[in-house]
């Protein structure tokens, strides 16, 4: 199935910027990318997606490699409420247009 | 706000019982799913429908089955507890989506841990 590859944790300080790398070189050019997060005791949240550009929300803005082969997210200063594993995932909007597979993510600290 | 509840936030069953978990939204989504979360492995798709009376089978489905009789309630069936099926359960949800992507985002309840003696 689609796979992405994510280091397994990464750490940051409280109100400083982070950039949480994704690598997917076999992407197909039908394949979105799509961030989730999963704070403590909680299901996985949707935080953003893109296709080819660059993307903006109130949570985050994605960054897609021209090549589209890597991706990174960014969270413009973060919070101690940002403690979460970020899940990088491939969406495709063809055939199985539902299913998403997640990958074992990316385990963010944010030191006070 | 989309909200999906999940029946049990905490369950605990002998081995060899029938378990039902359910999960219920209220934002007239036609895909729902199933998920298991264990340590180390991540999310893991058991089984999901994209409309009533409708599923496929996930990445891995066996030991459950799943049940859709009305659209805003899917239910996951544990038909004989095993111990290996201790873990945490997700229910998700989410519109099947035609033009905007925005529209496959998932929904999430809290999860059911369920442990098997």
């Known amino acids: 199935d689609a796979k992405t590859t994510q280091p397994n944790s990464m750490e940051s300080n409280e109100e400083e910027p982070v950039h949480l790398p994704c690598n997917h070189s076999t992407i197909s050019g039908t394949d979105y990318i799509h961030w989730y997060r999963q704070l403590p005791s909680q299901g996985p949240e949707y935080v953003i997606h893109?296709?080819?550009s660059n993307v903006n929300n109130r949570m985050a803005s994605l960054a897609i490699a021209e090549d589209r082969k890597s991706s990174t997210l960014i969270l413009h200063r973060a919070t101690l409420r940002d403690a979460a594993v970020y899940y990088c995932i491939r969406f495709n909007s063809g055939g199985s247009n539902y299913k998403l597979t997640f990958g074992k993510g990316t385990l963010l600290t944010v030191n006070p | 706000d989309v909200k999906v509840t999940q029946s049990s936030r905490y369950l605990v069953k002998r081995t060899g019982e029938k378990v039902f978990l359910e999960c219920v939204q209220d934002?007239?989504?036609?895909?729902m799913f199933w998920y298991r979360q264990d340590p180390g492995l991540g999310l893991r798709l058991i089984y999901f429908s994209y409309d009533v009376k409708m599923k496929e089978k996930g990445d891995i489905p066996e030991g459950y089955s799943v049940s859709r009789e009305k659209k805003e309630r899917f239910s996951l069936i544990l038909e004989s507890a095993s111990t290996n099926q201790t873990s945490m359960y997700l229910c998700a949800s989410s519109f099947y989506g035609r033009g905007t992507l925005r529209l496959h985002e998932q929904y999430f309840g809290p999860g059911t841990r369920l442990t098997v003696t």
């Open positions: 893109g296709l080819t």
């Open positions: 934002m007239d989504h036609e895909n």
